[in-house]
């Protein structure tokens, strides 16, 4: 028969069951488990709801448009850094008394999900019937979708699965086409044959923002062009382009040119074209002198359009030459092209110079694939018209950090091309739309038919005179950023019967990555605009990447990714790797160093030993029912009051989204002024009290303040470790606050009860005392005593002003200093003298 502890600790999550657990725990010993103690609280939240949106509630609501992870292979640690710190944020916001809308979705439609798919079948897309295809990668993202949401669980993350979504599902297939829709009647995006970004190795047409800069090894050509009276000489990278060549371009000012400028030069085949001006060409470039071709890059599309030029369009979707007429040349991919040209240049004559050089070129960020320009039928949002809304949006969103809001600005302001949101691939979001072969007329679905694919589907308002032979359907799909962009709007069931976008948008925060603002957050942004003349989101959160030791950018090529997140969880536990994820400073990148991991468990350890420290000292008091005193000590007093100021110091920071500068107030608070001084401070006073002259009323007043300092301790810390607060709740505190989980407490300490003290004033007693006890414990340890041995005396030397305020607490420092006696001397230097007999 199987152990519990082996069921416990499987991977598929088990249903909570509160009495079989404890009996397992019976607290192991005194030793925290997170391994078993982690799983046992995901449950718990799960079957109990803790995170659940109450859509009934008259809670302010705080909505999170979570960004929806690609299923195109591992969560990498990259994604528990970046989901962690967002889903701190969901914590502190739920625990300040929001209801948070907090959902999480899935990315699961796409190139890269069919790269993923092609993999893992062993065969492409394009050599399967489509419906077959898109059933492989259904069942295998799934497959994902679970391991990926089981991993997200193992974390912590706080989401309501209840509001889980994927882009491919029906909702968001509903959402998306009407997207489309809208935009077709509002006449924002059309249909046009121009030259289009194509890579030729994902076979589909992509946009600007999925572009890359890519620094390559190249070589300039040198090309003899030539006139009956001279040569000309063309320097270019790309040879293979010369049947493409419709004009040749140079400078206006150029001196070197002018009698060129208006003739026809010939190219090594043979064919004449005229030598034009234009202020783009760089003289300082190459020869100076450039050829244009049908299509190079951008400037090439611009001349030809500018100055009514002809088309010659040489490479097929494949990158393959074809019509060109020159024989070996045509069927040859373009990079086999260029050595046949250039081979049969230099053996002509006409190629006067090679020079290695190194460049940036565009490619498709997805395969690294150099982009060509290639005319086709695609669907174009257009987007070049709002650019100044799509600015004055970005100035209304608050970015955080605020440096980063430059990156957008950047982008929208050197935006080139409207957006195409074609894709001619296979498993993604058909364009709803089908073609009339008798008046050509573009035909529409309606609403209420959604989901449709035009392959398979019919309209259900079929024009007059048609029947089913007389369509033909687009054959596309949407660019997967064409759904993810709607996220907010799949959130909220946008135009659905049960539409609640009015209650969440434009939602209350976006967090995501620094890499995607030119893609996700400028497509959700442009979508907004244009929809709803609105922005989508109030605060957008953009964290880091995570690097290797060194600064390297992980790759499994480099084989420097280390262990996985599942590795990780299991030898550190979740709240450890939670630790190490808010190390780093909104925004900023973060080394992976397995050491401040194991740094974080080291926390995680303390905090539950300085539990079972408190937990004997509080026997017989009852927070319900036990009389405190009216005036507490001043050393409980200063502990209060300096736990009431971490809680303004972490809101403050948190408020800011700055969850590493919380963190960092709260291990300041918890290891030096908690630990190293009041532990130590009030031990005695909780073992001795009949040494007071207030007796049991001392020991309750430290009760009291461990009592609340512990509570508070635990439910500042829980947005950041949200198993183990969890656990030392119920174990400490659950009985006294009536709550079902701490995470349903508010996040803020409770108004204390006898504090006669001003903050200032205590700060003032123990910012006198703490060099006392320095000096006590630095003559102990140089005289090779115990810290705990006893002592004759403790004589504080110092200013009657100083004396006053230590006389206030003169029997705390007998009791933390094992001192028999106390005095106080008087005078203007300070110093502590220590007498052992």
Known sequence: MRSYMETICETPLFPYNPAQYWLTLIYMNGKYSPETSEKHWQNFWQENGTYRYDPNSTKPIYSI????????????IGHIFSYTQAEIIARYKRMSGFNVFYPF?????????????????????????????????????????????????????????????????PLAQRVSQKSFLELYKNNQVAQRNIPALWCTECATSIAQAELDDKEVDAVFYDIAFKTDVRTLTIATTRPELLPACVAVFVHPEDPRFVSLVGTTVRTPLGHEVTVMTDDKVDQAKGSGAVMCCTYGDE????????????????????????????????????????????????????????????????????????????????????????????????????????????????????LKWNWCISRQRFFGIPTPVWYSKITGETILPDYDQLPVDPIRDLPRTMPAGHTADDLIPDLNVLDTWATSSLSPEINGHWMEADDFTKKILPMSLRPQAHDIIRTWAFYTIAKSVLHHDRIPFQEIMISGHVLAKGGEK?????????????????????????????????????????????????????????????????????????????????VDQHVLHSVARLEHDMKKHLEEFEFGLALNEFEKFFWHVFCDNYLEIIKDRMYNPQNYQNGDAAKISGQYALHQVLLSILKLLAPFVPHITEEMYHQHFKKSEGVASIHLLPYSVNKFQGLGYSAEHCDMVMEKLFPVIEQVRKFKTTNK??????????????????????????????GVSKAKEVGFVVSEEFGVEVRVG
């Open 554 to 634: 992980i790759s499994k090529s480099k084989g420097n990714a280390g262990k996985s997140p599942e590795e990780l969880i299991a030898t550190h536990s979740a709240d450890a790797l939670r630790l190490w994820a808010c190390g780093a400073s909104l925004g900023k990148n973060a080394i992976l160093d397995e050491q401040e991991i194991i740094n974080g468990r080291k926390l995680i350890t303390k905090l539950w030993n300085v539990g079972n420290f408190i937990e004997p000292l509080l026997e017989g008091f009852d927070i319900l029912t036990t009389v405190i005193p009216a005036q507490l000590e001043l």
């Open 105 to 169: 979705g899935f990315d699961d439609n796409g190139l890269p999900t069919e790269r993923l798919v092609e993999k893992e079948i062993g065969r492409k897309g394009v050599e399967m019937p489509r419906e077959e295809f898109n059933a492989a990668c259904l069942e295998i993202t799934q497959k994902y979708r679970d391991e990926f949401k089981h991993l997200w669980i193992s974390v912590g993350i706080s989401a309501d699965w209840g509001l889980e979504y994927s882009t491919i599902s």
């Open 785 to 814: 005593l115990k810290l705990s041995e006893p002592v004759a005396l403790v004589e504080i030397h110092g200013t009657r002003e100083d004396i006053a305020l230590l006389r206030e607490i003169a029997e705390d420092i007998g």
């Open 299 to 414: 400037t090439d599309l611009f001349w030809k359009e500018k100055y009514n030029l002809p088309e010659k369009i040489i490479l097929d979707r494949k990158g393959i030459v074809t019509g060109t007429g020159i024989e070996g040349l045509d069927g040859l991919y373009s990079k086999k092209a260029r050595t046949f040209l250039v081979k049969m240049m230099r053996e002509s004559g006409d190629l006067l110079n090679e020079k290695q050089i190194s460049h940036v070129v565009k490619t498709h960020e997805r395969c690294g694939t150099p982009m060509e320009l290639l005319p086709a039928q695609q669907w174009f949002v257009d987007i070049m018209p709002i650019r100044e809304k799509l600015l004055a949006a970005g100035d209304q969103i608050v970015w955080r950090p605020e440096y980063m809001k430059k990156r957008y600005v950047d982008w929208v302001e050197n």
């Open 65 to 76: 448009d979570t960004p929806p992870p690609t299923v195109s292979g591992n969560i990498h």
